[in-house]
């Protein structure tokens, strides 16, 4: 099984294709399986590496528990592409893996030719911020009293996964099937020190603002948790652009497989042709009516 080493910590990954790279950081009810339908797309022209976080399926699961901070899953990044040789990439992550790709393009621009961040940052709101700490807790809790079963009902039932059951239910299925396979040691772990202790990315605002990485934000309008944020981080980010996928939820790269995967690719193309620049200052402003050369 091929395998990059974080600090001793072994890390699952395969990887599909040659030409640029593109590193797929996966989201907690996920794994290195959960980017499929981007790798087969995208390994056509780029060369694609999808992994599995430390406690997931196929990498190894510590059971220290200060082994899980949101800072371990940035770093683990980079521990892949060192293992593989690789100096800059693209990174796409959902959601928990959104959140480890920003803090990994912070912490490391120069590795980063473009970021996509989809589903990204719940519980950064200040009026979001202990109802999500607290649920964070109490998941933690009950997938280390009943193990994956309590993880998969607790999750794949949620308000955020249900359309990707009536869009897709052979999807929807295989996302309950993996989830179900997911060591109940590593999520409880994740939940309780990753997820529940993380900082809002409202605390990074003055990094965001100086940020120069190309970013494309991508949400989908059922995602109620991450459509805040995602506002937030395109008003903050100078080069960064908004995509919000309609009647899709949090999983939106397998809800809308496509449309994610068209998105994507356009915002390669347009970094690639150096076409994805800052913000015109010319367009912000919030006037109700603006016109040019009008208060």
């Known amino acids: 099984m091929p395998c990059a080493s974080s600090d001793g910590v072994k890390l699952y990954f395969e990887e599909t294709g040659t030409g640029t790279p593109i ?16 790798v087969r797309h995208f390994g056509r ?5 999808a992994y599995s976080a430390r406690g997931y399926t196929g990498s190894d699961v510590p059971d220290d528990q200060s082994l899980y901070s ?11 592409l060192d293992h593989l040789g690789i100096d800059r990439a693209y990174v796409v992550g959902l959601s928990m893996g959104a959140y480890a790709a920003l803090q990994f393009g912070l912490r490391a621009p120069d590795r ?12 950064s709101p200040p009026d979001q911020r202990a109802a999500f700490m607290e649920q964070t807790a109490k998941l933690a809790d009950l997938i280390e009293a009943k193990g994956a079963k ?16 009536n869009k897709d239910p052979r999807g929807f299925e295989e996302f309950r099937r993996n989830l179900g396979e997911h060591p109940a040691l590593g999520s409880a772990y994740t939940m309780r020190n990753y997820q529940g202790q993380r900082p809002s990315l409202t605390d990074f605002t003055a990094e965001l603002a100086a940020m120069t990485l190309p970013v494309l ?23 960064s652009g908004l995509w919000m996928a309609p009647k899709t939820a949090h999983g939106m790269n397998l809800e809308e497989p ?38």
Not at 71 to 79: L, P, S, V
Not at 113 to 122: D, E, F, H, Q, Y
Not at 158 to 163: A, D, F, S
Not at 217 to 237: H, N, Q, W, Y
Request: aromatic residues 10%.
């Open 23 to 38: 590193i797929f950081v996966h989201e907690f009810a996920a794994d290195w399986r959960s980017w499929e339908a981007q």
């Open 45 to 49: 022209h780029y060369r694609c590496i």
């Open 70 to 80: 949101y800072e371990h899953f940035a770093d683990d990044i980079g521990a892949v």
């Open 112 to 123: 980063v030719l473009g970021l996509v961040l989809a589903g990204v940052g719940s519980g």
């Open 150 to 165: 309590g993880l998969v009902d607790a999750v794949a039932e949620g308000p955020t996964r249900i359309h990707l059951q």
């Open 217 to 239: 934000i991508a949400v989908g309008d059922e995602d109620e948790p991450c459509i805040e944020t995602s506002l937030f981080l395109k008003r903050t980010i100078p080069a």
């Open 258 to 295: 496509a449309a994610f995967n068209d998105q994507v690719e356009r915002f390669l193309h347009a970094v690639e042709l150096g076409k994805w620049g800052s913000r015109d200052p010319r367009a912000q402003g919030n006037a109700p009516m603006p016109t040019k050369g009008h208060d």
